[in-house]
């Protein structure tokens, strides 16, 4: 199947690109790195009436850090996972990026558009609401800041207006004692994860933050106290008490209950993981 007509239009600036998504708001889908739009249009799963690409603002492409590691909505995934800015600032986003699809669609998928998806299984999306970050929306009328835990609606919903663009993406800096864990379970490399957990254990301040994906329809982040001298039995414990919790959905890959199970699995293990990796650097 091939996509419906639209009309094609290409940025060259963000203020081109803002004037447009202005004028034509809902009729517009963005084009970043194309490797789930193109599907879905092939599919007609979406039938816009305008392609914008904005493949060529250059300015959305950057990566710096202050306080803040900063990402330009533009930023290739095989780029944020060789950059050392990245991996000194938000190891977690570097331990997950190599589970986000395939070596060939790293090098055209970008960090925006992943999130913009915001599939409820996605790697970028689920690290950002883990560690707490932000998501910068711009408008002809206006910039804002989104926390991630708020911008994810529902499975490929977000409160993304239709007159407006994601341009950055806001990372947390790291702490000394921070130490992180990502794992997560798919039929085959590459494939939609089917539960995906992110974890950040802090050891100094005794406290512990785990995010789920792939489980519900948005990512689920929780946090509790913790130490390095918890034994294995009450990790056990915890993942699943932090299972019950969790909203699971069934689909054609898994059911409610095997992915709670799963949960139980992988959140045991990356609390475990994040916990030796502060051991061994004690």
Same mark, same amino acid.
Request: glycine share 8%; proline share 3%.
């Given at each position: 199947?091939k996509?419906?007509?639209?009309?094609?239009?290409r940025?060259?600036s963000?203020?081109?690109?803002?004037?447009?998504?202005?004028?034509?708001?809902?009729?517009?889908?963005?084009?970043a790195?194309?490797?789930?739009?193109?599907?879905?249009?092939?599919m007609?799963?979406?039938?816009?009436?305008?392609l914008l690409?904005?493949?060529?603002?250059?300015?959305?492409?950057?990566?710096?850090s202050?306080? *803040?590691?900063v990402?330009g909505?533009? !930023? +290739?995934?095989a @780029?944020a996972?060789?950059? $050392? /800015?990245?991996?000194?600032?938000?190891?977690?986003?570097?331990?997950?990026?190599?589970?986000?699809g395939?070596?060939q669609?790293?090098?055209?998928?970008?960090?925006?558009?992943?999130?913009?998806?915001a599939d409820?299984?996605?790697?970028?999306?689920?690290?950002l609401?883990?560690l707490?970050g932000?998501?910068?929306?711009?408008?002809?009328?206006?910039?804002r800041?989104v926390?991630a835990k708020?911008?994810?609606?529902?499975?490929?919903?977000?409160s993304?207006?239709?007159?407006?663009?994601i341009?950055?993406l806001?990372?947390?800096?790291?702490?000394p004692d921070?130490? *992180?864990?990502?794992?997560?379970?798919? !039929? +085959?490399?590459g @494939?939609?994860a089917?539960? $995906? /957990?992110?974890?950040?254990?802090?050891e100094?301040a005794?406290?512990?933050?785990?995010?789920?994906?792939?489980?519900?329809?948005?990512?689920?982040?929780?946090e509790?106290?913790?130490?390095?001298?918890?034994?294995?039995?009450?990790?056990?414990?915890?993942a699943?008490?932090?299972s019950?919790?969790?909203?699971?959905?069934?689909?054609?890959?898994?059911s409610?209950?095997?992915?709670?199970?799963l949960?139980?699995?992988?959140?045991?293990n990356?609390?475990?993981?994040s916990?030796?990796?502060?051991?061994?650097?004690?």
């Open positions: 199947m996509p419906a007509a639209f009309k094609y239009m940025a060259d963000l203020e081109e690109a803002l004037s447009v998504l202005a004028k034509y708001g809902d009729d517009v889908r963005v084009m790195g194309g490797q789930s739009l193109g599907a879905m249009l092939n007609r799963i979406v039938s816009p009436s305008i690409d904005i493949n060529r603002i250059f300015a959305l492409s950057k990566i710096e202050s306080d *803040t590691l990402t909505a533009m !930023v +290739r995934q @780029d996972l060789s950059d $050392a /800015i990245v991996r000194r600032e938000a190891g977690l986003l570097a331990q997950a990026l190599p589970h986000v395939h070596y669609t790293r090098n055209r998928g970008t960090l925006g558009g992943s999130v913009a998806h409820p299984s996605a790697e970028i999306a689920l690290v609401a883990t707490g932000e998501i910068e929306l711009r408008s002809a009328r206006r910039v800041r926390a708020q911008f994810f609606r529902s499975s490929l919903v977000t993304r207006g239709g007159d407006e663009l341009t950055a806001y990372w947390p800096g790291a702490s921070q130490r *992180t864990a990502f794992v997560e379970f798919a !039929v +085959r490399e @494939d939609f089917i539960v $995906a /957990i992110a974890c950040v254990f802090q100094v005794g406290r512990m933050r785990l995010g789920f994906g792939g489980c519900g329809e948005v990512p689920q982040v929780v509790i106290p913790i130490t390095t001298g918890t034994s294995t039995r009450s990790v056990e414990e915890i699943q008490h932090l019950k919790q969790l909203e699971c959905r069934s689909d054609l890959l898994a409610s209950d095997y992915r709670r199970s949960a139980t699995t992988l959140a045991r990356a609390m475990m993981a916990m030796e990796k502060a051991r061994a650097d004690a």
